[in-house]
């Protein structure tokens, strides 16, 4: 069965400094992953995908995501951290099983200080 | 306007009520979603409807129920609500067709922030 772990329960970085937040998915094929973000008080948006070709994909804000197979990771990344970026992280990971079922990890809370 | 509409935005209640989350929404999707969100667990799914005649159990449907009463509309219930169902709770849509068939992008609502005392 598939699963998402992201490691890091919350980060804080200051503004302007790069980040990267951490994600480890288990899947037995090619999997389907994403990055959402949940600002406070809303639901989730989709920053980035992937799903074949580039393993460095771009996504909105910013932010880019490398798919590294040989390490099951999609780790997401952006160079430099606005203090609108703090929210809640959510790496997750699609199958085409029965439907189109997609699982979440625990989330990562970024905090940005000034 | 919000494209997925989930009501009540916060609810309290107590042990032992029904109580019923709604969502409707504008997209034009035919798949939706319920989803359950609490500190350190992510978001786990609860019932999921692939068209309005299709539902499907999630990971923890134990203690739900869902009505798919149109296409654009998906309610959850909870017929007895007890303190461990205090969470916040989503819903979301999916498109079947073009290119939400290839990746599968949810579309989630606001959230309905439901405590049970």
């Known amino acids: 069965a598939q699963s998402v772990t992201q490691p890091d329960i919350h980060i804080t970085v200051s503004e302007g400094a790069s980040l990267e937040l951490r994600c480890n998915y288990s899947?037995?094929?090619?999997?389907?992953l994403f990055w959402y973000v949940q600002s406070p008080g809303q639901g989730l948006q989709l920053l980035l995908k992937y799903f074949s070709g580039d393993t460095l994909v771009q996504g909105i804000k910013g932010f880019e995501a490398e798919f590294k197979r040989s390490q099951s990771s999609f780790n997401l990344r952006k160079p430099s951290v606005h203090w609108s970026d703090a929210a809640e992280y959510f790496c997750a990971v699609g199958a085409r099983t029965g439907g189109f079922k997609t699982i979440f990890g625990a989330g990562t809370r970024l905090f940005v200080k000034a | 306007d919000a494209d997925v509409t989930q009501t009540p935005r916060n609810r309290i209640t107590k042990t032992g009520k029904r109580i019923m989350l709604e969502c409707s929404q504008t997209k034009g999707h035919d798949r939706m979603y319920w989803y359950r969100q609490d500190p350190g667990l992510g978001l786990r799914l609860i019932y999921y409807s692939f068209d309005v005649k299709d539902i499907n159990k999630g990971e923890i449907s134990d203690g739900y129920s869902v009505s798919r009463q149109a296409q654009a509309k998906f309610s959850l219930s909870l017929e007895s609500a007890i303190p461990n169902q205090t969470a916040l709770y989503f819903c979301?849509?999916?498109?079947?067709?073009?290119?939400?068939?290839?990746?599968?992008?949810?579309?989630f609502g606001e959230g309905s922030r439901l405590t049970v005392l």
């Open positions: 979301a849509t999916s498109d079947s067709r073009g290119q939400g068939a290839i990746t599968g992008e949810l579309f």
């Open positions: 899947y037995g094929a090619t999997p389907y």
